[in-house]
Nanobody, 120 residues
Framework: QVQLVESGGGLVRSGGSLSLSCKAS????????MGWYRQTPGKQRELVAT???????NYADSVKGRFTVSGDNVVKEVYLQMNSLKSEDTAVYYC??????????????WGRGTKVTVSS
């Protein structure tokens, strides 16, 4: 099993910056990919950014050039640096980890989320 805990959410002004962190615990060496998703009321949870254990990143088009995802593949932490924030970025941000080689426990794991609010 894997447990994920996010931190760093808060209230920022439009155009400002904020950084998020996520720490994994449990079977961390079976994590193949980590990243961030976000969700607002009435909308489906959407990809923000991910990074694989090989360091390959993937970003949603809406955040390219503004957000940067990075990670520590030894301790299995993932970070999200958010710059030039817009009101549209307001959401609950969820840490995600994809786990493999654990059989029954393979699959996606999620943190409880951290709220990011961008004021206009």
């Amino acid at each position: 099993q894997v447990q994920l805990v996010e931190s760093g959410g808060g209230l920022v002004r439009s155009g400002g910056s904020l950084s998020l962190s996520c720490k994994a615990s449990g079977s961390i060496h079976n994590i193949k990919r980590m990243g961030w998703y976000r969700q607002t009321p009435g909308k489906q949870r959407e990809l923000v950014a991910t990074i694989t254990s090989d360091g390959i990143t993937n970003y949603a088009d809406s955040v390219k050039g503004r957000f940067t995802v990075s990670g520590d593949n030894v301790v299995k932490e993932v970070y999200l640096q958010m710059n030039s924030l817009k009101s549209e970025d307001t959401a609950v941000y969820y840490c995600n980890a994809f786990v493999g080689d654990l059989g029954f426990f393979d699959g996606d794991y999620w943190g409880r989320g951290t709220k990011v609010t961008v004021s206009s």
